[in-house]
């Protein structure tokens, strides 16, 4: 295993207490599989090309806020109750009226081929797997098509929209949707154009051969595949094709092309949760897009009070970034979010080991999820409420070589 951060003194890793130069297995070469969800970064890192990698991590700007969502989960500390009987957790909950087995989903991500070469179809089994029928948002800039990921999806997939010039191809990928079986549309609010992602632009990131979007024909997804050294293919892409007039009249339009339930994602503010409510929105992700849009945006954990408290409880509430442990999917259950999706680390999982290391990283938040309940006492996820959270100075740095290396070293 990739070491994360060995002990200057003994020398040993100190997640898995091995020693790296002295402990791998010589018949089988083995690498033991990693304990947290950094674990699956420091292999994902290793294994992927530099420009992908940079692509998968990078934020907008200084990448404040890419480090304010990690940050906000250590501002809050847990007031665990005792003699709860904990003997059984339940963490199966509904999402958009689907019974899922944990408050967990895989946020919307372009090009999940990048990372393995199954693509998205490795990331649906994952999320269907192990009893976590967990919901997919399959990104309209997805490598594999609807139907294919509708052929092995055992959990619920949504399909995630930009706001594309060409309203005749968000009809078709809406309807290609709607047939193959999808149960929600998830409109981007927060990209009218791309966030300045300087990796990307350093990396003069572009599509490899061999991987597109393939929901969208050949007129959409021009240039995607060209380098052009100082300038980032995808915002170059973004300028062309992504409609920055969307504003709220414009939802009706969407209402009807469809009668799925739709979310939007992207809402930091209770100004706009409110009006999203007051529309009759289905659902609301509360999302920084990872910290790669609005530099400085606020942290998602801290914006989701306001959020929900505006919404008063007219559609649920979801959250995404920064999720890497179960307790913080704990915290953000305790302040209102009905369920949390994961971005990065199931790239990670998919970079490591495909399905398999997907599948692992998603387990991996649901044992740490019941752990947390557990310890905690709250056995079901109806007991969690903000009278579990205590807010303080931030809590004392975490062991570093649990988190993720690139946040930890900077870009
Ligand atoms: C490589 C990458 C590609 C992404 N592509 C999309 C996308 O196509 N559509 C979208 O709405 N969000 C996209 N996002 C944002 C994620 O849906 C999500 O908001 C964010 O990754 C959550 O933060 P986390 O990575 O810290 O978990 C992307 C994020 C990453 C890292």
């Known amino acids: 295993m990739t070491d994360t951060g060995t002990d200057p003194v003994t020398g040993t890793d100190p ?23 950094g674990g699956y970064a420091a292999l994902a890192k290793d294994r992927l090309p530099a420009a992908t990698w940079h692509y998968f991590q990078g934020g907008a700007g200084t990448e404040s806020t890419v480090r304010a969502n990690r940050a906000a989960y250590r501002q809050v500390r847990l ?7 904990v003997s059984r957790c339940d963490l199966s909950t509904t999402v958009l009226g689907d019974p899922i087995g944990a408050p967990l989903g895989v946020a919307p991500m372009a090009y999940h081929q990048l990372a393995c070469a199954d693509g998205e179809v490795a990331t649906v089994r ?30 619920p997939l949504w399909l995630q929209l930009y706001w594309l010039h060409r309203r005749d191809v968000l009809r078709t990928v809406v309807r290609r949707a709607e047939a193959a079986g999808f149960r929600a549309l998830v409109l981007t609010v927060d990209t009218p154009r791309l966030g300045r992602r300087l990796r990307e632009v350093r990396h ?7 991987i597109a979007a ?5 007129e959409v997804t021009g240039f995607l595949h060209d380098r052009q050294d100082g300038s980032s293919a995808l915002a170059r892409h973004a ?8 504003s709220w009249s414009d939802l009706d339009w969407l209402r009807e092309q469809t009668r799925l339930p739709l979310v939007l994602k992207g809402v930091l503010t209770a100004e706009d949760a ?47 970034g920064g999720i890497r442990h179960g307790t913080d999917v704990l915290k953000a259950l305790a302040l209102g979010a009905r369920a949390v999706f994961v971005g990065r680390p199931v790239l990670w999982g998919l ?51 649990y988190e993720d290396p690139d946040l930890r070293k900077g870009p």
């Open 15 to 37: 997640v898995t207490g091995t020693d790296p130069a002295t402990d791998a297995d010589p018949a089988t070469d083995a690498a033991p599989r990693p304990l947290t969800v």
């Open 79 to 85: 007031r665990p109750r005792v003699l709860a009987d």
């Open 126 to 155: 994952a999320a269907g797997g192990s009893g976590l029928r967990v919901p997919t948002i399959v990104s309209i800039f997805a490598s594999r098509t609807f139907e294919d990921l509708a052929a092995e999806a055992t959990g």
């Open 204 to 210: 003069g990131f572009h599509l490899p051969p061999g």
């Open 214 to 218: 393939r929901n969208l024909d050949g």
């Open 239 to 246: 300028d062309a094709f992504i409609d920055p007039s969307l």
């Open 274 to 320: 409110a009006r999203a409510a007051g529309l009759g929105i289905d659902g609301i992700v509360v999302s920084n897009h990872g910290g790669r849009q609005l530099d400085g945006s606020v942290a998602t954990l801290d914006a989701l009070p306001e959020v929900v408290a505006a919404v008063g409880g007219r559609c649920p509430v979801f959250l995404d």
């Open 351 to 401: 970079a490591a080991d495909g399905e398999a290391g997907a599948r692992e990283v998603l387990t991996l938040l649901r044992d740490e999820l019941e752990d947390a309940m557990a310890l905690a006492g709250r056995p079901s996820l109806a007991a969690l409420g903000p009278e579990l959270l205590a807010r303080g100075p931030a809590a004392a740095a975490p062991n570093e070589s």
